[in-house]
């Protein structure tokens, strides 16, 4: 079957692995098995080996292919399926469970995109890492996606090189 292998992981991560492991019924040896197995062949495969099939550059100009009048229905069809997909899966989608979301799904993807807190507000970043067209859609969904849980959206800005938002936010 294969041989066995030490590691350690950090105390935040090893909680969170263990979670994992009880939620999806595996044991830690088949779900550290499966993690491997899928950075091997996936992410491994696209960062090294120039998989490009999933290439940013691919990803890029398909997305600035698309024509500025079909934006508004792409933001609006992605934004309703996500958050019904995120509020099957938690309790209460709130500002920080969304916020949360968004961020770590940005970062697992290696996609450029910051938060900043300002005196009762939020303001998001993204850069056009995918092109201008990837980030004005993910940044307007985002916004109709806080709109839908109860959130004010102050202001939307675009320049050459990035789109951003500000959400109004206070601690509850």
């Known amino acids: 079957m294969g041989n066995p292998l030490g590691f350690r992981l950090r105390d935040e991560d090893q909680d969170e692995f263990l979670e994992i492991v009880s939620q999806e019924g595996m044991s830690v040896s088949s779900l550290t098995a499966k993690i491997i197995h899928d950075w ?3 992410e491994r495969s696209k960062k090294h080996r120039g998989d490009i099939t999933l290439a940013s550059r691919i990803l890029k100009n398909r997305h600035d292919a698309i024509p500025k009048k079909l934006i508004p229905k792409i ?25 949360k979301r968004i961020m ?21 970043m993204q850069k056009h890492d995918l092109g201008a067209v990837w980030s004005e859609i993910q940044c307007k969904m985002y916004c109709i996606m806080y709109e839908k849980i109860g959130q004010t959206v102050l202001s939307q800005k675009y320049d050459r090189s990035s789109f951003s938002f500000e959400i109004a936010y206070h601690d509850q």
């Open 104 to 124: 770590e799904w940005n970062k697992e993807n290696g996609i450029t995109f910051v938060m900043r807190t300002r005196e009762g507000s939020k303001v998001f």
């Open 40 to 42: 091997l062949r996936f």
């Open 75 to 99: 933001v609006k069809e992605d934004s309703k399926y996500i958050l019904s997909e995120m509020q099957f899966q938690v309790d209460n989608l709130d500002f920080k469970e969304l916020t």
